[in-house]
């Protein structure tokens, strides 16, 4: 019985992350995002939106969400992770997280976090994982692997 009561809990919960309506307003939650003409992410680009950037919701279509930004009335397909409903300070404010703590937060660490693997005598090359970061490869190039490869597309 509590195994029923638990994945009932959970599924709502689930279902509540995505339950966004028409009009409601979120914030970009990445440095850069790339709004797309439909869903999926082989779609083609119809803007990008940056770190704090607010828009309203169009429609909601599985883990997307389609959006208009509310400066440069832009409008696209965006995944939802890449959203949140909380107001973000912009960059350069005092309230603001500095570059480094994003990257740390992307990473899953904070700077305590960091410090105690430091101490722990690991040899974490963090200079690797930021050089990996900063690859770039285009969409274009990714599909062209993805269908030589005969790998699936995902959504």
Known sequence: MKKIIFATLFCLCAFGVFAQRVGDTLY??????????????????????????????????GKWVQVRTTVGNRTGWIAYASLTTKR???????????????????KGFSPEVESEYKKGGGKINYAAVDDMEKIIIDEKDLLAFIEEGRLAKGD
């Open 28 to 61: 970009v939650n990445v440095n850069s995002a790339n709004l797309k003409s439909s869903t999926g992410f082989f779609a083609s680009t119809t803007g990008t939106v940056k770190y704090t950037d607010e828009v309203r919701v169009l429609a909601v279509s």
């Open 88 to 106: 973000m300070a912009p960059q350069g404010s005092t309230a603001s997280a500095s570059a480094r703590e994003i990257a740390l937060a992307g």
